[in-house]
């Protein structure tokens, strides 16, 4: 299987910062990766698409990039609705797996 | 839109059989294109890949769960289901039901449903 390794597990940060999480995969995926926002007691919601594709309905303020192995998203200017849990995802290969989860929390 | 809606015992006991079915709404599950996926989440943890199905009845199964594991699908309930054989207390979570576009991306999900396994 393909693991994948978010960082940081977790953060703290304030309403306007800019924020950065990062997600490893064990192996090469090229751009098969997706990027997940989940609020408690909800299911994940779909942010980010093949690395870097932006999901219909999202805010431009997420955004993501990287291929291969590294992959980043980054989030400008937060706002209160986005202090949440998020997963990456690859879809390179079954068994599809996730990452553990980054919790953003407010400062 | 398409809508998923999972549905099905909240309570198994150990040893049991888990069934779930996912009725969609908004798509009919044979217009091709999604592949119809079952993701579950362990209490205080994060997600797992259960498998997918499409709707020819081809699947792709997680290996960790593999033999445990049936899915099938109902062209016409317009619904698909998970079952999961020999259950124990590490099997409770939340299940949500999603479609996954191409095989790659799951953007439709279900609100997820809790099952615990307890006797």
């Known amino acids: 299987d393909i693991r994948m390794t978010q960082s940081p597990s977790s953060l703290s940060a304030s309403v306007g910062d800019r924020v950065t999480i990062t997600c490893r995969a064990s192996?090469?995926?090229?751009?098969?990766l997706n990027w997940f926002q989940q609020k408690p007691g909800k299911a994940p919601k779909l942010l980010i698409y093949?690395?870097?594709t932006l999901q219909s309905g999202v805010p431009s303020r997420f955004s993501g990039s990287g291929s291969g192995t590294d992959f980043t998203l980054t989030i400008s200017g937060l706002q209160p609705e986005d202090f949440a849990t998020y997963y990456c995802?690859?879809?390179?290969?079954?068994?599809?797996?996730f990452g553990q989860g980054t919790q953003l929390a407010i400062k | 839109q398409m809508q998923l809606q999972e549905s099905g015992p909240g309570l198994v006991k150990p040893s049991q059989t888990l069934s779930l079915t996912c009725t969609v709404s908004?798509?009919?599950?044979?217009?091709?294109?999604?592949?119809w996926t079952w993701i579950r989440q362990l209490p205080g943890t994060g997600l797992e890949w259960i498998g997918y199905?499409?709707?020819?009845?081809?699947?792709f199964y997680n290996p960790s769960l593999e033999s445990r594991l049936a899915m099938s699908v109902d062209t016409s309930e317009n619904h698909f289901s998970l079952k999961l054989t020999s259950v124990t207390a590490a099997d409770t979570a939340v299940y949500y039901c999603?479609?996954?576009?191409?095989?790659?991306?799951?953007?439709?999900w279900g609100q997820g449903t809790l099952v615990t396994v307890s006797s």
């Open positions: 199905i499409y709707y020819t009845g081809s699947t």
């Open positions: 999603a479609g996954t576009k191409g095989g790659i991306t799951p953007d439709y």
């Open positions: 908004g798509v009919s599950i044979s217009t091709g294109g999604y592949y």
């Open positions: 192996q090469r995926i090229r751009s098969y």
């Open positions: 093949s690395a870097s």
């Open positions: 995802q690859q879809s390179y290969s079954t068994p599809q797996t």
